[in-house]
């Protein structure tokens, strides 16, 4: 399809021969503690081993507990999302061709909640991120959030789920404070820039950052 998604009809298994066992599919929705609107649909063919699973939720309970469940890959994410608190909705599609080949997959979501980090200067609230997530990394879009009377907005890439994976980072900070606590977080060589200049007041401040990777 058009849009990129799989093709239920088109993807959906077949027999192979007349012997072959015949093809599955699971079709279902459910609710549990902390999941609202959970729908799934699941084909497979016994007799190749394709299987396509196509799903939505409608909201999680995102708590900081969940980035500990992450698999192994993405622990160096889960680190990062433990200050997250809020709720996600998305949709999700998957597909292994044969049994011998990688799955592929991709998430397309959405974020609503607060970020509380104690290495931030102040909270972030009304937070609302898009992103969309693969195989090839994940990319975040239309991030907005509120900090005290500054306005955020983030867009991100990080290829890979490697710790030393490449990203960049986009930045744009509306009313921001310059304030001691805003020095607190910042890396030790731009203290020393601080303390010898001695900024006061506000600034509207836009950013691009890019991380290489280890090398």
Wanted: glycine share 8%; charged share 20%.
């Amino acid at each position: 399809q058009a849009n990129g998604e799989p093709d239920p009809v088109a993807a959906s298994p077949r027999r192979s021969t007349a012997n072959a066992w015949p093809a599955l599919r699971l079709r279902g929705q459910c609710d549990g503690d902390g999941v609202k609107g959970l729908e799934f649909d699941v084909q497979f063919d016994p007799s190749t081993g394709n299987t396509v699973v196509l799903g939505k939720l409608r909201e999680l309970e995102w708590k900081p507990e969940l980035s500990r469940s992450l698999p192994a890959e993405m622990q160096s994410l889960g680190a990062q999302l433990q200050p997250c608190l809020g709720t996600v909705s998305a949709s999700f599609q998957a597909q292994q061709s044969t049994r011998d080949q990688p799955w592929q997959w991709q998430v397309d979501g959405r974020f609503t909640g607060r970020i509380e980090d104690p290495r931030l200067p102040e909270p972030l609230t009304q937070v609302v991120a898009g992103f969309q997530a693969g195989p090839w990394g994940l990319s975040l879009s239309s991030c907005e959030a509120q900090a005290g009377e500054t306005q955020l907005r983030v867009s991100a890439t990080m290829h890979g789920w490697r710790e030393d994976r490449q990203a960049t980072v986009a930045f744009r900070a509306e009313q921001l404070q310059l304030t001691s606590r805003l020095r607190g977080v910042l890396p030790p060589e731009m203290q020393a820039v601080w303390d010898r200049f001695q900024p006061e007041g506000m600034v509207d401040v836009s950013m691009v950052a890019r991380y290489e990777g280890q090398r």
